[in-house]
């Protein structure tokens, strides 16, 4: 079955360090979405992308869309005590199909 | 605009015994999903309606688990007999058209089976 990894699987920053989440499938994605669970929370949805190569901008998150559209990236600029979380991608194989959640990257910053 | 509800938050029963969880998807939302998280995990699907439907039940573990949704707005999972391997967080989760919309989850259920 289709498989979502993500590395690193856990990283400590300092505040104001950048911090760069990388995900990967074993097939063809036709959109990845990516959510944000803080500490005892719930996933949160941050944004969708569905063309090969895209890349997105929320403030000081950047989100890119491989070309093979088969990985995807999260970029954080200047992280913030905030920022605090796992960061999970999830992918779709197809319009219908279900959500396939990778195993997660939980970021820790400290002052 | 009310999120996605769920209840209950918190749930300790002994193995071999019934738990039931509920979700009120977000209004107007048609799609619905119950995931299983375990510790350290993304999510896993168990199941996903649309409206009354259950277009994707492949796993969830059929001997023991069950869901409805009646109506197709309200959903009910249930697990019977409990399993000590069955602990983790049961999410919720609605969005307004079929999987590739945003969907919206809600606080879960902290199952923990003793």
């Known amino acids: 079955g289709q498989q979502v990894m993500q590395i690193p699987q856990y990283q400590h920053v300092q505040e104001g360090e950048d911090f760069t989440t990388y995900c990967n499938s074993s097939?063809?994605?036709?959109?990845i979405q990516w959510y944000k669970q803080r500490p005892g929370g719930h996933p949160v949805f941050l944004i969708q992308?569905?063309?090969?190569?895209e890349v997105k901008k929320q403030k000081r998150l950047t989100f890119q869309f491989g070309e093979a559209k088969k990985n995807s990236s999260l970029h954080i600029t200047a992280t913030q005590t905030t920022d605090v979380g796992t960061y999970f991608c999830?992918?779709?194989?197809?319009?219908?199909?279900?959500?396939?959640f990778g195993t997660g990257t939980r970021l820790q910053v400290t002052l | 605009e009310a999120g996605v509800v769920q209840s209950p938050r918190y749930k300790i029963i002994e193995k071999k015994q019934p738990v039931a969880f509920w979700c009120n998807p977000i209004?107007?939302?048609?799609?619905l999903y119950w995931y299983r998280q375990n510790l350290g995990q993304g999510p896993e699907l168990l199941i996903r309606?649309?409206?009354?439907?259950?277009?994707?039940d492949s796993q969830l573990p059929k001997d023991r688990f069950s869901a409805e949704r009646l109506k197709g707005v309200d959903s009910t999972l249930k697990i019977q007999p409990a399993e000590l391997g069955d602990s983790a967080v049961y999410l919720c989760?609605?969005?307004?058209?079929?999987?590739?919309?945003?969907?919206?989850f809600g606080p879960g259920t902290r199952l923990t089976v003793t």
């Open positions: 309606y649309e409206n009354e439907e259950a277009v994707d």
């Open positions: 097939t063809t994605l036709s959109n």
């Open positions: 989760a609605s969005s307004f058209g079929h999987s590739s919309y945003e969907q919206y």
């Open positions: 999830a992918g779709h194989t197809g319009t219908a199909s279900k959500l396939t």
């Open positions: 209004s107007g939302h048609n799609t």
């Open positions: 992308l569905v063309k090969s190569g």
